[in-house]
């Protein structure tokens, strides 16, 4: 059973760039949940994706998008970064029956985003 | 908006010391409540999880953990610590109905010297 992967592990970027970053979930969940978790604070909840619908979102702009693939996998896409995008994305995934319903989240070592 | 504190930003113990990490959360409805783990380096993990039932729940390496609903707390407990359970650790909470964001607390770093 394959875990679940994020690429990059680290990124560099300047403001007013764009990033993408991908989560390959952990197989045979279908859903993908994204978090944001800046340096001394918890994971914050940014959407998450349900059979490539979102299926919800946290209070992120809407320059923050992403994408769920016919095999699961997910993007983040990020426009316009800011300096307070600077963080750590964690991307987790589960197996839901249904979208309503919850079931453990797996996350990934994150992608570690720095904005200069 | 649920949201979740956890009282303590940083806990040395020495080994062998017990161990009780706060969690209170605010939300008026029924929850599902979950503690998870980050070794240093490590991916963040499930450490336990609270769902309905017997309100002291137990997870993995020996640690536990008491729901008591008329206090919204969800604390972590574990009798004797060890060098090994050097971590941060995350309070989470979910509201039971249709949903599917999980709200973390700030989490609490704990130190244990040996």
């Known amino acids: 059973e394959t875990g679940v992967t994020q690429s990059p592990t680290h990124l560099i970027k300047t403001r007013g760039q764009q990033v993408t970053l991908r989560c390959s979930s952990q197989?045979?969940?279908?859903?993908v949940s994204w978090y944001q978790q800046a340096l001394g604070q918890g994971p914050q909840f940014i959407f998450q994706?349900?059979?490539?619908?979102?299926?919800g979102r946290g209070n992120f702009p809407p320059r923050f998008s992403g994408l769920q693939f016919p095999n699961y996998s997910s993007e983040l896409n990020v426009n316009a970064l800011e300096l307070d995008d600077s963080a750590l994305y964690l991307c987790a995934s589960s197996l839901l029956g249904n979208r309503w319903g919850y079931n453990e989240q797996f996350f990934g070592p994150g992608t570690r985003l720095t904005v200069l | 908006a649920q949201s979740v504190s956890q009282h303590n930003h940083h806990v040395i113990l020495s080994e062998a010391a017990s161990l009780e990490l706060g969690c209170n959360y605010s939300?008026?409805?029924?929850?599902?409540l979950f503690w998870y783990v980050q070794y240093p380096g490590q991916h963040l993990q499930l450490l336990l999880k609270?769902?309905?039932?017997?309100?002291l729940v137990k997870g993995i390496k020996g640690f536990e953990a008491e729901f008591i609903k008329s206090k919204f707390s969800f604390n972590l407990r574990k009798p004797s610590v060890q060098w090994s359970d050097t971590a941060e650790y995350f309070c989470a909470v979910i509201p039971e109905a249709g949903s599917y964001q999980l709200t973390f607390g700030k989490g609490t770093k704990l130190s244990v010297i040996p």
């Open positions: 197989s045979g969940h279908n859903t």
């Open positions: 939300y008026g409805g029924t929850v599902n």
């Open positions: 609270y769902f309905s039932g017997d309100p």
């Open positions: 994706y349900y059979r490539e619908e979102e299926n």
